[in-house]
């Protein structure tokens, strides 16, 4: 069994940043794939950012392109997401994921992001 546990949300200003984190821990843990979803109230979850496990190749929503970097440490197993000028859409729950052979079937419980104007 994989657990997911979010850190680092909160409120900010526009154009701040912050720093979310997800610490991972399970006996056999080893994903294809993590990322970083997030879903705004009355909309649908979207992925944000994702990077393979083992080679570190990462794929971002064209929203976030140039603002947002994801990261992951294989020996802690955890995962980032560096979130810089952030913007009032942003605002949303942020759920850690992982996934294996395409499927997500692990998820954290999310942490909230809020961006004032």
């Known amino acids: 069994q994989v657990q997911l546990a979010e850190s680092g949300g909160g409120l900010v200003q526009a154009g701040g940043s912050l720093r979310l984190s997800c610490a991972a821990s399970?006996?056999?843990?080893?994903?294809?794939?993590m990322g970083w979803f997030r879903q705004a109230p009355g909309k649908e979850r979207e992925l944000v950012a994702s990077?393979?496990?083992?080679?570190?190749?990462?794929n971002y929503a064209d929203s976030v392109k140039g603002r947002f970097t994801i990261s992951r440490d294989n020996g802690k197993n955890t995962l980032h997401l560096q979130m810089n000028t952030l913007k009032p859409e942003d605002t949303a729950v942020y759920y850690c994921?992982?996934?294996?052979?395409?499927?997500?079937?692990?998820w954290g419980q999310g942490t909230q992001v809020t961006v004032s104007s």
């Open positions: 990077v393979t496990w083992s080679e570190s190749r990462t």
């Open positions: 399970g006996r056999t843990f080893n994903p294809s794939h």
């Open positions: 994921a992982a996934a294996n052979r395409g499927i997500w079937p692990y």
